[in-house]
């Protein structure tokens, strides 16, 4: 085994003899095969001490060396040999052996030194001292009762035994409390406990001095002592015979230290302390100066003044030192020489040396300390004068060897000392010539990372040294250039390698014995480089965190890449339970459910063999802010108090308010409310209050993430009772009665009230005449005016009070008495039929005196008394349409073609309907057929196929006939042309369509069609037969029993449906007295409440069971609520007025529809 040496190698240069030229090889290993001095590598550090818990001790020396070597031991400066003491236990390959704790530990105490030799000489180890310590025990002794007079010193010794250091004392009572220390009473270095003057209180039977060895695990208790202080003075009752007056006083005298002077010693970089304990009445103090330049900074003054201490001293801490002891009777002074010394350090320790054969050596050994060391030599641990040799020279410090040969090789120790400790230094002197001999293994590979280094290494060991060179690919020019250096140890480093270092170099060592070589293999790689990094992210709190760490690297390394992770430069285990939560696959680190504690700065290393990259990114942790604290309220007023708070961590979202809540303890206890919100950096608010409440708060920061939690509340504010701040708001005025006003407020809040007793004063006068105002005063928030004329403008005013005054003044509102129903109906009422389905009704408007109330709008009322096809007239559903504001006209959608109507006009208001005006007969054009209802192709022939169908529901006119089409749909993207026929006979409801082709599929479109055309058509698809015979084998389709029971059942199906519109169109014969009731209605029982008011109805308020269609006949009412209102304005309520009539031209009537809207009634 090698191991390094610190060493030197003389070499001869050139062919000049007798100079000495030594050539420093720091760190040079020696080979196992070459001969060699021994050399200790491992030997216990002194002292070792045997403590109580151990049970063995070690005495250590172990060296190497080749030829192996011998180990012996001296103790006390005697041979000791450890193989004869059975009892010691020895370990094999090395002179160290143990002690055990056989109970007989103190033999073995004493002073250890070991010798390592071989033929070629000794090392020996520093002295190693075993120390055996005994058991520390105080003396079993009677201590008899120290008895003082008040006022004087007592000295209490304690005396500790020795131990090993360090030793701690403590004063204590049996019960194991401390004894008070102070100015009077302390203890000083030695352990002793001093009290500068006795008082009566320091009498007990308990003072226990206690001294500690924690390295032995020790603590022993010295006998307690009893202390008794006499009171000497009688001590009466006057001021004047207080017991001060009556002790001693005396002037200061140093208890420690003795004399006036006192001379310390002591080791640089230890503590020291200077003591000074004085004793006299009054109690001393203690004052501390170095005389000349002062104080050092690093000093201070400990135990109430008597202890200066200076820790890890320096030369410049030496010096003069006083302590003065003062009272005001006097003072004492001592003053200490301190002197700072010095162990030995070596200033030139001596090193191992390789010398060439025939070379000068010289061997320095140097080194200070205070006071100035000695240095004594010895060879292979024997003093020079017992091994004289010509050729060597001693000059103190320093030997000089001539001319050297290997038999010089020996191992010189060097010792320095003083009174504080000896250095010892052993220095191999080893003489040799050897050929260079290279210890790195040849062939070796080595590999690097484009842009990085490379140190190829070539360790050689020769004697003399060996001249290194390296070339490349066996050219015979050694490398050079900027990038490429040779160190000392042989080694070539190629700085920012590139690609063209790739291949082969060889090393060669030469010196005057001969040259070796050995060849190293360089293989350049692509560098690794994180090509997507991690990016910084702010994530909310609970929410997931992802970071991304792709890199490209040298192909040849695949599976060599890793990829690590760290948290502020911690690197993540993900085995450990700290990190749990973190997931880690393919380059993607994922956090879940972040929480505060995993923000920070997370680095990804992307790391081979060769080399690494990193990249970083910081996570941002979002979250609510935390709750303000140390709320406090100040600037207290009657009305108003300001609120200060100290916010939270905003945790990175910056706080943009701050929501302050109160709650109060009378009207909603518990329920929190919010008073008013500041801006994010405002940390105070001024609260303005109510009167007479009782007070909490609380407040709660908001950023972009939300609402954090709220503060702890505050205490309790109560405001006193104050009059109310404001009067009610919101004053309606209604009249559900011709002779009533009712007023309604929205009255205060609870908390508004400022003070018990609130009511409120309700005035009143009519508009606009001199009248004085009338007053009410009520608690409640409503108030009814009876006895007032019909719709008449008052001037109303709310006022609140409570027990400690009135409101402001309050605002004046204008509002209507009772509205009664119009008295007048609509006069000139005209009708324009539009088209057979549309008609316009106009009216001149209502007077206003006529109204009795605010206008409400004006509503139509019409019937369908019969078909024109039809002679006698039925009793007809009644439709109502309304429109609300001031209109002289209207638009009716809806009606039925071909029919005859009534209709009448009325306004109404907020309390109903006015009378209906004069009837006004019209009739409507006529219009095509309604969509037959049903279409069947039956009899499919080879070349036919019979069609059957139902008359239209509704002719809407007088029918004439059917209008047929059809064309071939054979399962191909072409349809067949189109062919149509006229059915002339209006009763035809059968048609057989010949000359079709066989086996084809076709569509049939029917028709119904009056004298103003034809209606929608309804569809059917059929085919036709493959053979006629298959269709006439027993006789004929017409024979068919199937076919004779469809066609009853169709014609019984039509009878059904001819029936009842025959009944439909002809109930309410009874229809004179009716009509007349619609027309007449009786203005008494015409009461509109809010429920039917501006409604499309029928007569018994019911909805209507049809709507009104869109233009593709799928039209929900509720959608065309709103354009039915408009049907009455001809100034451009429409895009296009000629285009919306159109579009109800030909259309089938339908049932009256529903129109709803508001008229605004005045408060």
Known sequence: MASPWSCRISVLLGLISRISIFHPACGLDIPLNVEQLPSITVQSPSPVIAFPFSERYPMKCEARANPEPEYSWTKNGQEFDPNQDPSLIKEEDSGSFLIPDNGNLTEYQGSYRCYVSNRLGTAISEEIEFIVPNVPKFPKEKINPIVVDEGQPIILECNPPKGIPPLQIYWMTLGMQHIEQDERVSMGLNGNLYFSNALEKDSRRDYCCFASFHRIRTIVQKTAMSVIVRNTTSISGSESGTRANALMERKPSLLVPSGGQTEVRLVKEQELQLECIAEGFPTPKIEWTKMGPGMPDHAKVVSHGKILRISRVHEADSGKYMCKAKNSIGEAVHKFHVTVEEPPRWTEK????????????????????????????????????????????????????????????????????????????NTNILVMNLLPMILTEDSQEYAAVVGRNVVLHCKVFSSPPATISWVKDDTAKPVDGERFFVHENGSLEINYVTKEDNGQYTCFATNIEGKSAITANLDIKDPTRIVDPPQDLRILRGTTAQFTCQADYDKSLRGDLEILWEKDDTELDFNLTESMGYFADDGILQIANVSHKDQGMYTCWARTSLDEDMASAYLIVLDVPDAPTDLVLFEHKDRSVRLKWMPGDDHNSSTTEFIVEYEESQWEPEKWKEMLRVAGNQTSALLKLHGHVDYRFRVAAMNAVGRGEFSEPTGRYKTPPAAPDRNPENIKIEGHLPDEMDIKWEPLLPIEHNGPGLEYKVSFRRSNTEEKWKEHVVKRHSFIVKNTPTFVQYEIKIQARNHQGWG?????????????????????????????????????????????????????????????????????????????????????????????????????????????????????????????????????????????????????????????????????????????????????????????????????????????????????ESTTALEASLASIHGGISTQSWFIGLMCAVAFLTLTVLIACFINRNKGGKYSVKEKEDLHPDIESQGMNDDTFCEYSDNDEKPLKGSLRSLDGDMKAADSGDSLVDYGDEDGQFNEDGSFIGEYAGRKARESMEVKGTAPISA
């Open 808 to 1020: 402001p003044e309050p605002k004046v509102v204008t509002g209507y008495s009772g509205e009664d129903f119009p008295s007048a109906a609509p006069e000139d009422v005209a009708v324009d039929v539009l088209n057979n389905t549309l008609i316009k009704v106009t009216w001149a408007r209502v007077s206003q005196d006529k109204l009795n109330g605010h206008l409400g709008g004006y509503r139509v009322n019409w019937w369908r008394f019969r078909s024109l096809l039809d002679s006698q007239r039925g009793q007809g559903e009644k439709h109502s349409l309304t429109f609300p504001g001031d209109r002289n006209h209207a638009i009716i959608p809806g009606l039925r073609p071909f029919s005859e109507y009534s209709l009448i006009v009325m306004t109404f208001n907020g309390r109903g309907n006015g009378p209906g005006s004069h009837s006004v007969t019209f009739k409507t054009p006529e219009g095509v057929p309604e969509k037959i209802p049903i279409l069947r192709a039956t009899n499919a022939q080879r070349n036919s196929i019979t069609l059957v169908w139902a008359p239209p529901l509704e002719a809407n006119g007088v029918l004439t006939g059917y209008f047929l089409e059809y064309q071939l749909i054979n399962d191909t993207e072409d349809l067949g042309k189109l062919q149509s026929m006229n059915i002339s006979s209006p009763d035809t409801n059968k048609w057989v369509l010949g000359n079709l082709e066989p086996v084809s599929r076709y569509k049939f479109y029917l028709r119904g069609c009056s004298r103003v055309g034809c209606g929608p058509a309804v569809s059917e």
């Open 350 to 425: 001596p090193e191992n040396l390789i010398s060439m054969i025939g070379a000068d050596v010289f061997i320095k050994c140097a080194a200070a300390g205070i006071p100035q060391p000695t240095i004594t030599w010895k060879v292979n641990g024997l003093p020079l004068s017992d091994m004289p040799v010509s050729k060597r020279k001693v000059s103190y410090d320093t030997i000089s060897l001539h001319n050297v040969q290997p038999e010089d090789s020996a191992v010189y120790q060097c010792e320095a000392s003083n009174r504080h400790g000896t250095l010892l230094a």
